[in-house]
């Protein structure tokens, strides 16, 4: 079984300034990693996702997250945030057994607000 | 490809009333999931379908619930005898049975029972 801690709930920060949204996760068994975002009264779109290879991920709005598996945890961060990027983030993991990250586990999210 | 398709988008109904939700996945996705989220939660898994078999279901679905995906194509998922505790948005997502293949998800049907 697998579980996830957002250790967040709420992040407020100002526009351009850096942020770190924290989560941590516990499993027996390896596992994908994966950060969404929701946008209020959306569905959840994926931001980015770890699978193998490279511990650090990338997405195409300058987030990035790193896997770091002795403490268990794949905090996602953004050096500089803009208006835009306020809402709520959810880090997920599925267990590899299931090899095709369609079941998972969901922390409560974290919502970002970034203020002017 | 439009994505993952939900409908409706908003139900509000009567407790005690039946409902149903529909999801159209991305036409060659051949798994599809269905979630729950309640208001400041994330979305809680609650079965999944390999083409037209249903191949696994949470303790969260109660036998109230029931989903179908009759032709491995578009999903229900039905609610009877709807209490106040259903409230909550229902979130569909599909995938390729394939590995490093992520989920994509639909908009989510928030239903409200009064």
């Known amino acids: 079984a697998q579980s996830v801690t957002q250790l967040d709930s709420q992040v407020p920060v100002f526009e351009e300034a850096p942020v770190e949204l924290r989560c941590n996760y516990s499993s027996s068994v390896s596992v994908y990693l994966f950060w969404y975002v929701q946008y209020p009264n959306q569905g959840l779109q994926l931001l980015l996702k770890?699978?193998?290879?490279?511990?650090l991920v990338e997405s195409i709005n300058g987030f990035e997250a790193e896997f770091n598996k002795s403490q268990t945890s794949f905090h996602l961060r953004k050096p500089s945030v803009h208006i835009s990027d306020t809402a709520e983030y959810f880090c997920a993991v599925s267990g590899k057994l299931y090899n095709q990250g369609g079941k998972l586990i969901f922390g409560q999210g974290t919502e970002l607000s970034v203020k002017p | 490809d439009t994505g993952v398709s939900q409908n409706p988008r908003h139900k509000i109904t009567k407790r005690g009333q039946n409902v149903t939700f529909r999801c159209d996945p991305i036409s060659e996705h051949n798994r599809l999931y269905w979630y729950r989220q309640t208001l400041g939660q994330g979305p809680e898994f609650l079965t999944y379908f390999q083409n037209e078999a249903q191949l696994e279901k949470s303790r969260l679905l109660s036998d109230r619930f029931s989903a179908e995906r009759p032709k491995g194509s578009f999903s229900t998922l039905e609610i009877q005898r709807t209490e106040q505790g259903d409230s909550a948005m229902y979130l569909c997502?599909?995938?390729?049975?394939?590995?490093?293949?992520?989920?994509?998800f639909g908009q989510g049907t928030r239903l409200t029972v009064v």
């Open positions: 770890y699978l193998s290879g490279s511990t």
């Open positions: 997502a599909s995938s390729l049975r394939r590995k490093n293949t992520e989920a994509f």
